[in-house]
């Protein structure tokens, strides 16, 4: 991550470490998530604290495959959501998960956007899914203030350990066609765009196509004696 002072690693915005989600993790991630995807709240027509909270228990569910970008005060600025190749995104467990109503949070009246939202969504990500040796990029996102700053490069380059161990060849994600500041992001920390897909119909945040990225790992060899 940039910073102003080789020597003491101070620099004028401030540090963030990064370590593995914990579930009390989840309200900074619902946070961080309702403030930093427009385009979920411009396809839902809804606002950023409504946005964390319809999304609270789906980051629940994944805080063993969560990383966090914590501030020096503690708070989560970021965080990415990776999945290495064999692991379940979403913890399976016999609890009953708290059910977000959505009804309620969005209005009946809103309800059409969700199908209108991840209909084109899923069926363009279906194009391009992951291998069996791939790892998963499921989600990053950085707090605005803390964007431009080199957190989600961090992210990135923190997870790639594990997805290595896990024997992954390679990394993909999925991004908006027109998300340039993400692919700028994920261009720098070694992506590439190995496929365009198109959206069946344009979504109600305007968004009528997604890219396949994907960054080639080095593959770990057991060490010969
Ligand atoms: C995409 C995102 C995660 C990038 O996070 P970040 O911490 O700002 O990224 P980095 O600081 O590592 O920056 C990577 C590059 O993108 C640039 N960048 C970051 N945000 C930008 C923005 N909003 N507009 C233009 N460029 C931007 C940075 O300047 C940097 O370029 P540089 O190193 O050449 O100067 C962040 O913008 C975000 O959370 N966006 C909303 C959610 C989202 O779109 N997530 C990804 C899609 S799944």
């Given at each position: 991550m940039r910073t102003d002072d080789p020597q003491t690693g101070a620099s004028s915005f401030g540090q963030v470490y990064l370590r593995q989600a914990t579930p009390a993790d989840a309200d900074g991630m619902a946070t961080v998530f309702g403030i930093a995807f427009d385009d979920y709240r411009r396809g839902l027509g809804v606002d950023a604290v409504t946005l964390g909270a319809m999304w609270h228990p789906s980051f629940s569910a994944r805080v063993e495959v969560s990383t966090v970008a914590v501030s020096?005060?503690?708070?989560?600025v970021g965080f990415i959501i990776s999945v290495p190749p064999g692991v379940e995104e979403f913890r399976r467990d016999s609890r009953p998960r708290a059910r977000p109503r959505f009804p309620e949070m969005m209005g009946w009246r809103n309800m059409w956007r969700l199908p209108a939202t991840f209909g084109p969504m899923g069926l363009a990500f279906a194009r391009r899914r992951t291998r069996p040796d791939e790892g998963y990029v499921s989600m990053l996102a950085v707090r605005p203030d803390w964007q431009g700053k080199g957190v989600a490069r961090s992210l990135l380059l923190g997870v790639e350990g594990a997805m290595v161990r896990a024997g992954a060849s390679g990394v993909l994600l999925h991004t908006a066609a027109r998300n340039q500041a993400a692919q700028r992001a994920y261009r720098r920390a070694g992506y590439r765009v190995v496929r365009t897909l198109r959206s069946p119909w344009t979504d109600?945040?305007?968004?009528n196509a997604y890219v396949a990225m994907r960054k080639d790992l080095e593959v770990l060899r057991p060490l010969s004696r």
């Open positions: 020096a005060v503690g708070d989560v109600p945040a305007g968004i």
